[in-house]
């Protein structure tokens, strides 16, 4: 019997980490027919003629248009959420996908888009479809990891990753905007298994990547993961998701132009013009990023650290995770959506990546899939200790 074509609708599919996904998944045979869409057409074009396939298409789709949206997903099997920013497009997506019938799955990062589509949840269950929210590195790998310590150990207590981003990663203004929003505003942490929210510089400290980022500064950063990871590890007691930019100049620079009030959203009066602060920090950032400087020979960083407790001992697990945001990000929900219609993650509903992947295999392929095309170093390390008497 021969077996149903597959076909994916990648909105945002050329985007700076959507095109991964999209190259990756034209690489495999999972989907017979891929649609790059996307506002703009002449983008997606080009990264159809490129790969140079014919299971390509592409297709001129503005979320916004909620007609255009739901005839776009009519004959589609899986629509793939790589646009942005998640807070404003994500549950517009979500929406139109649970209407048609249609399983999605996306990398958002962005807490009010988890919050608002969470609540979901009943409708994509009575379609019978999933729903998958927040596959990438992180929220995605990062999870996924502190779920593999943890099956390590009796009860998790402690985790943290904090994560170094290279100035130099190629990302678009949507991500920019959305790591200003979640770096510069009142940042959600877990303190004492409660959640509660710090300033923004707040419980800055060092933070050694090892090799060859070494030791930088690092501030918390709100994330989903706060949200999501004690829906399934109840105990944890401490959650703390922080980041930087490499270099370390770069970090203070930012760090200087927030605390002198260019990341405020209030509009200010410059030459008769209402200017806001931050959409001047967004624009001045973006206009220093060259094609030209964009060759791999940088690297972001992340450790993941979970502590907790095993046969009475207090464990450590570490994980030095080297590599770049592209691929990191956009491979992760390939391999995923393959998942979904293989029917490997079974799911239904609302689900987030902790609660519905088997750590150790998703995050094998996607580490040997990234290490095809991009370099990739990840390190673990296992730590026991207990007290003298006792």
């Known amino acids: 019997m021969a077996t149903k074509a597959r076909k994916a609708m990648v909105l945002g599919g050329c985007g700076a980490q959507g095109s991964f996904a999209t190259r990756d998944m034209v690489r495999r045979s999972v989907f017979d027919e891929i649609v790059i869409a996307d506002l703009d057409l002449e983008a997606a ?31 589609a099997d899986l629509v793939m959420n790589c646009t942005g920013p998640y807070y ?28 608002q589509i969470i609540e979901k949840d009943e409708q994509a269950r009575e379609k ?58 009142k940042i959600p942490v877990i303190r004492g298994g409660k959640r509660v929210y710090l300033e923004a510089f707040e419980e800055e400290e060092e933070v050694d990547f090892g090799p060859p ?45 927030a605390q002198a009030g260019l990341a405020g959203t209030e509009p200010l009066e ?29 690297t972001s960083s992340m450790v993941v650290e979970v502590k907790g407790k095993k046969g009475g001992k207090t464990i450590t697990v570490k994980y030095n995770f080297n590599g770049l945001m ?13 998942w979904i219609v293989q029917g490997k993650i079974a799911k239904k509903g609302v689900v987030f990546p902790e609660e519905c992947i088997d750590p150790k295999p998703f995050v094998d392929e996607v580490l040997r899939r990234v290490g095809e095309i991009s370099p990739i170093t990840v390190k673990e390390t296992v730590s026991v200790s207990r007290d003298w008497i006792g």
């Open 326 to 338: 592209g691929p990191n990000t956009g491979i992760p929900c390939s391999v995923g959506a393959e």
């Open 213 to 257: 980022l070494g030791k930088a500064k690092v501030a918390p950063f709100g994330h989903p993961e706060i949200f999501t990871l004690p829906r399934v590890l109840p105990g944890i007691q401490n959650l703390t998701i922080k980041i930087g930019s490499y270099p370390v100049e770069t970090y203070e620079a930012l760090k200087f132009l």
């Open 270 to 298: 410059v030459k008769g013009r209402g200017i806001v602060p931050r959409d001047f920090l967004i624009s001045l950032l973006m206009s220093g990023r060259h094609e030209e400087e964009r060759k791999q020979d940088y």
């Open 45 to 75: 074009d080009k990264l159809a003629r490129a790969l140079d396939s014919p299971k390509v298409s592409t297709r001129r789709v503005d979320i916004l248009d909620r007609k255009a949206l739901l005839a776009s997903l009519r004959d």
């Open 128 to 185: 019978g479809i999933t729903v998958l929210v927040g596959l990438g590195v992180s929220p995605g790998i990062a999870p996924l990891m502190v779920m593999h310590a943890a099956s390590q150990m009796d009860e998790v207590r402690d985790v943290s990753f904090p994560q170094m981003i290279h100035e130099r990663e190629p990302e678009g203004p949507a991500v920019i905007y959305h790591m200003a929003a979640n770096f510069f505003g």
């Open 88 to 115: 404003l497009l994500g549950p517009k997506v979500v929406d139109a996908a649970i209407e048609a019938g249609k399983n999605y799955i996306d990398f958002c990062d962005d807490i009010a888009a988890h919050e």
